[in-house]
């Protein structure tokens, strides 16, 4: 995995005792669903087997560039997918499976979210995320020789395309 539950708390809002063994498995999604389709899979792929050498962390970390004298910055994959992997942790996270059936925890003195509230933080937070990417994406264009495999692959999502689908 590219992050880990801290990394998330970084960035959203998550409680203290959230193990990562419930919130590994978000993280997991994010990367293939998410940003899998953002990189390309031969990019991807190469990002998470060598995710220690220089060229990647510029991508996984913030960064500063320039283009045309401009300089410009992006927020790095590690935001991205912690925006992507809280999403999604909101969105289904609450579920819990025990012996009694599939079951949403609820304590005394506290509301649940209602679940359209959560598929619109979801939506939202997809979205802000595709667009923290669009700095990122503008990174990679100009370093072309850098990242020969960005753009790899016909399951890029082009930018500026964002679907999103109903989530019943």
Same mark, same amino acid.
């Given at each position: 995995?590219?992050?880990d539950r801290t990394e998330i708390a970084l960035y959203r809002e998550i409680a203290r005792g959230v193990k990562e063994d419930k919130i590994n498995p978000y993280i997991d999604d994010a990367q293939l669903l ?60 609450? *579920?819990? #499976? ?9 304590? =005394? @003195?506290?509301? +649940?979210? &209602? ?23 503008? *990174?990679? #264009? ?9 753009? =790899? @692959?016909?399951? +890029?999502? &082009? ?10």
């Open positions: 995995m590219l992050i998410d940003l899998k389709p953002l990189l390309g899979s031969a990019l991807y792929y190469d990002m998470v087997k060598n995710s220690t050498d220089q060229k990647y962390i510029n991508l996984l970390d913030a960064k500063e560039f320039e283009v045309n004298e401009i300089t410009y910055s992006h927020v790095g994959l590690k935001k991205i997918l912690a925006i992507y992997s809280d999403a999604r942790y909101k969105l289904f996270g609450s *579920f819990t #499976d025990t012996s009694f059936g599939f079951v949403e925890k609820n304590y =005394q @003195g506290s509301t +649940t979210v &209602p679940q359209n509230s959560k598929k619109d933080y979801y939506k939202l937070n997809q979205q802000i995320a595709t667009q923290y990417f669009s700095d990122v994406a503008l *990174f990679l #264009d100009n370093n072309k020789t850098t990242y020969p495999l960005w753009k =790899q @692959g016909c399951e +890029t999502r &082009p930018m500026g395309i964002f679907r999103i689908s109903k989530i019943s």
